[in-house]
Nanobody, 115 residues
């Protein structure tokens, strides 16, 4: 059974920074994709950033140059460094792990950016 646990959410003022972490445990295939998605109230869940176990990254245009995804494969942990936060970044942030065509999700962590 695969489990993902996120941490690092909270309240921050516009222009501030936060760092999210997501640790995966269980039977995990070493070749995988880990990433972050977010869902604001009344909106669909959207991609923020992903990173393969080989190091390839993908970012939403709205977060490029502000957010940085990284991972520690030995720890099955993915991070999201968020800088220059904006009120429109306010959302629940979810961690996702994908391998063998299966998606595993974390429980989500709230990020609130005040103006």
């Amino acid at each position: 059974q695969v489990r993902l646990v996120e941490s690092g959410g909270g309240l921050v003022q516009a222009g501030g920074s936060l760092r999210l972490s997501c640790a995966a445990s269980g039977s995990i295939f070493k070749i995988n994709v880990m990433g972050w998605y977010r869902q604001a109230p009344g909106k669909q869940r959207e991609l923020v950033a992903t990173m393969t176990s080989g190091g390839s990254t993908n970012y939403a245009d709205s977060v490029k140059a502000r957010f940085t995804i990284s991972r520690d494969n030995a720890k099955n942990t993915v991070y999201l460094q968020m800088n220059s936060l904006k009120p429109e970044d306010t959302a629940v942030y979810y961690c996702k792990l994908n391998f063998w065509g299966n998606d595993y999700w974390g429980q989500g962590t709230q990020i609130t950016v005040s103006s």
